[in-house]
């Protein structure tokens, strides 16, 4: 019986796309980046390799260098299939974290089945529980487990796309709201993020049902950083 609140996983890395290959088939993968943010939009990615093709440099973004991740991005860019979902800061607020991320994802694999030729076999998903049963895609089994990006290539190269894709949007931000240092952190809850919040109070990108929570003085440092290590 598996543990309700954490998916047993016994299968090797990319069993999903050599499964599929093997019939000339494709899988999606599908990833996030952002979540645990305390500013800017939540960003997910959708990505399918071709049958057979895949690369050393498709790992977990969180293991990559920004130069790694970049030069893995380009290669995803010539090689396969693409696209994003973005879901806007004010939609965290206003349906909360878990909802947003829900909705980011299932907008990336809409946006990917408009340019995509082939339709997956299987979606392939880090953790989250995605749904399609109000969608055409509604009969394609959807494969949700943890340590994604590190069992699938497609997770992974989903993880890499969202994740230079966010920093490069948050780059930029940094110099429409300059203090916040948005260039650096990107968004996270560091020491200098949280000193500029209260120094400069927050600016129209930051999640107010997070602020609340991380400013709240009986929250304290250490409930912080669990509640960061939940939301990642």
């Not at 599908?30 to 498709?58: F, N, Q, Y």
């Not at 020491?191 to 930051?206: E, P």
């Amino acid at each position: 019986m598996l543990d309700k609140k954490r998916q047993k996983v016994n299968f090797t890395k990319d069993f999903h796309e050599f499964a599929a290959w093997e019939n000339n088939q494709v899988v999606c993968g599908i990833d996030e980046v952002g979540r645990g943010c305390l500013a800017g939009p939540l960003v997910t990615a959708a990505v399918i390799l071709p049958p057979h093709k895949k690369s050393r440099m498709l790992q977990d973004s969180k293991l990559l260098t920004e130069q790694d991740r970049i030069k893995a991005s380009l290669w995803i860019k010539k090689n396969a299939w693409y696209a994003y979902g973005i879901v806007h800061h004010r939609i965290i607020d206003n349906h909360n974290i878990w909802q947003a991320d829900l909705m980011a994802m299932k907008k990336a694999f809409i946006n990917l089945m408009a340019i995509c030729p082939l339709t997956p076999t299987a979606i392939l998903v880090d953790a989250m529980p995605l749904k399609l049963s109000d969608t055409y895609y509604k009969d394609i089994p959807i494969h949700h487990f943890p340590k994604g990006e590190r069992l699938s290539s497609s997770i992974a190269a989903a993880s890499i796309m969202a994740k230079v894709l966010r920093d490069d949007l948050m780059t930029k931000m940094g110099l429409v709201f300059p203090g916040y240092l948005l260039e650096q952190h990107k968004g996270y809850s560091t020491a200098k993020h949280m000193d500029a919040i209260k120094n400069l109070q927050h600016s129209i990108i930051h999640r107010m049902t997070f602020l609340t929570k991380m400013l709240n003085p009986q929250f304290t440092d250490q409930e912080t950083h669990e509640e960061q290590q939940r939301l990642c």
